[in-house]
């Protein structure tokens, strides 16, 4: 059976687009149109039961991002030797690339109109990724030496190959040219996570002395606001739409979605390149010139109404509240290198991994989740109701102001009732299927 996420219900737009005929999610249609998808034209249909299958695809990857989630803030409070290293590596290697992997994939295929990925290299890319973050945080927690570290880095960055010879792949068999532009996002953001993880494999090696704190800043820039930050980039003009079940903005046509990727792939070059040569101050240019790039980019996003904002609730003000740390953080980082200190402060790195990356996350699970899940329009919709939190969004920016603000106790209290909201939620989620919508429903 196909799940039909299509009528969540009642959509709060008069002309709602929202889903594709698939019953995949859909952004609305930028009103400026694109070819393929101009205003009035039924949208293109692709391969028989591609959205099944990569419904199907994406379901493993994200529970396995989700259990290195939930592991990454108990691994912080367990006793380990790698400080804050290994929570963090947790999290960003093993929940958030992997969330990465299944979300761009099973994007790219939906609202690209193409056929799924081949099952076994998705798996393949799943659990070498999986294996990488798992055998990076033992090796350094076990002070296993350059060698292991190496071999568990280069699976990471094979699993970052993998990917993006896959969304490749994908992107030629599109039928829809809309998501070309956010392809280009994920490419450059997979080229400077290869850069990124490389000069990490460095920093981890038994020989990296006094260089290390330079390589740092680079590897950060690199990785949290190249790989990451890229791929969320090219996501949500797309992503704020159908979360929020309205069209795209007129303004975020492909050719602005694309001109929206210089500046931020400028300034993680510009950034790291300032940083590994020691030149803080164009270090700073660097963040300056990708913190534009984030106002440019909340221009090309939707502005839902209030309606939209009732429906969607918690999950669409996860983003924005997501986006506002990203750019409050990045500007910090700025300020700092342009007057010549440390730009990735904890507490500026914890703004950003919890307040703007950990809730962009959340909220965008708590939207993929009930859909992946599927089984009809009744527990549809019943699942985008467990996933809306006001407690847990609360407890994520409280955290995220606490942990800016150095009150690292208060911000773990605070992550911690985050983390058991969100655990609970997803429990709820998964469990097993009642048969609410009777025979016929979906
Ligand atoms: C092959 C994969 C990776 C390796 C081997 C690696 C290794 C390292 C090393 C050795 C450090 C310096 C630790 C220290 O100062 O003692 C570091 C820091 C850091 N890395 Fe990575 N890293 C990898 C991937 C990533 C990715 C993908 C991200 C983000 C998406 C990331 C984010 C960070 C952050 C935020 C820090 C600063 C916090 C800290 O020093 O603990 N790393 N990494």
């Known amino acids: 059976m196909t799940d039909a996420p299509g009528d969540a219900g009642p959509s709060p737009d008069e002309s709602p687009v929202g889903h594709d005929p698939d019953g995949s999610p859909a952004p609305g249609r930028t009103g400026a149109g694109d070819g393929a998808n101009r205003?009035?034209?039924?949208?293109p249909r692709g391969a028989a039961g591609r959205v099944a299958e990569i419904q199907r695809l994406t379901r493993p990857t994200l529970l396995l991002a989700a259990a290195f989630s939930v592991a990454a803030p108990i691994s912080a409070v367990a006793p380990h030797d790698t400080g804050a290293w290994l929570p963090l590596h947790l999290f960003l290697v093993g929940g958030l690339l992997l969330a990465i992997s299944g979300a761009t994939q099973f994007f790219a295929v939906t609202w690209a109109t193409a056929p799924a990925p081949p099952a076994a290299?998705?798996?393949?890319?799943?659990?070498?990724?999986?294996?990488?973050?798992?055998?990076?945080?033992v090796a350094r927690e076990l002070d296993a030496g350059s060698a292991v570290i190496g071999i568990a880095g280069a699976a990471v960055m094979a699993a970052l190959v993998i990917l993006g010879a896959l969304l490749v792949r994908i992107g030629r068999g599109a039928v829809a040219k809309r998501f070309e532009p956010s392809l280009h996002h994920y490419l450059a953001a997979l080229g400077a996570g290869l850069a990124g993880c490389a000069l990490g494999v460095v920093m981890a090696g038994d020989?990296?002395?006094a260089e290390i704190l330079r390589w740092r800043d680079a590897h950060m820039t690199l990785n949290l606001l190249g790989l990451v930050g890229l791929v969320i980039a090219g996501t949500l003009p797309f992503f704020?739409?159908?979360?929020?079940?309205?069209?795209?903005?007129?303004?975020?046509?492909?050719?602005?979605?694309?001109?929206?990727?210089?500046p931020l792939a400028a300034g993680v070059v510009i950034g790291a390149a300032g940083f590994a040569t020691e030149h803080p101050l164009v270090g700073a240019v660097g963040l300056a010139t990708y913190g534009v790039g984030l106002v440019a980019l909340v221009a090309i996003l939707?502005?839902?109404?209030?309606?939209?904002?009732?429906?969607?609730?918690?999950r669409l003000v996860h983003l924005a509240a997501g986006l506002a740390w990203w750019i409050g953080a990045v500007g910090a980082a700025a300020a700092r290198a342009a007057t010549g200190?440390?730009?990735?402060?904890?507490?500026?790195?914890?703004?950003?991994?919890?307040?703007a990356y950990a809730q962009i996350l959340v909220g965008s699970l708590g939207y993929?989740?009930?859909?992946?899940?599927?089984?009809?329009?009744?527990?549809?919709?019943?699942g985008?109701?467990?996933?809306?939190?006001?407690?847990?969004?609360?407890?994520?920016?409280?955290?995220?102001?606490?942990?800016a603000l150095g009150a690292s106790t208060a911000g773990a209290v605070l992550l911690a009732v985050w983390v058991a909201d969100s655990v609970a939620r997803a429990g709820v989620l998964l469990a097993p299927a009642i048969d609410h919508d009777g025979p016929g429903a979906a």
């Open 39 to 43: 205003p009035g034209r039924p949208a």
């Open 121 to 137: 290299w998705t798996a393949a890319q799943r659990w070498t990724l999986a294996a990488g973050a798992a055998g990076l945080a």
């Open 207 to 209: 020989d990296a002395g």
């Open 240 to 262: 704020v739409a159908t979360e929020a079940r309205m069209k795209m903005a007129t303004g975020a046509t492909p050719g602005r979605i694309d001109l929206g990727l210089v």
């Open 302 to 314: 939707p502005t839902p109404r209030a309606k939209q904002w009732r429906w969607a609730g918690s």
């Open 341 to 355: 200190r440390e730009p990735f402060t904890i507490e500026v790195l914890l703004a950003l991994v919890v307040g």
């Open 368 to 382: 993929l989740g009930p859909v992946l899940r599927g089984g009809g329009h009744v527990r549809l919709t019943a």
């Open 384 to 403: 985008f109701t467990t996933t809306r939190s006001w407690l847990g969004l609360a407890a994520a920016n409280g955290a995220a102001g606490a942990f």
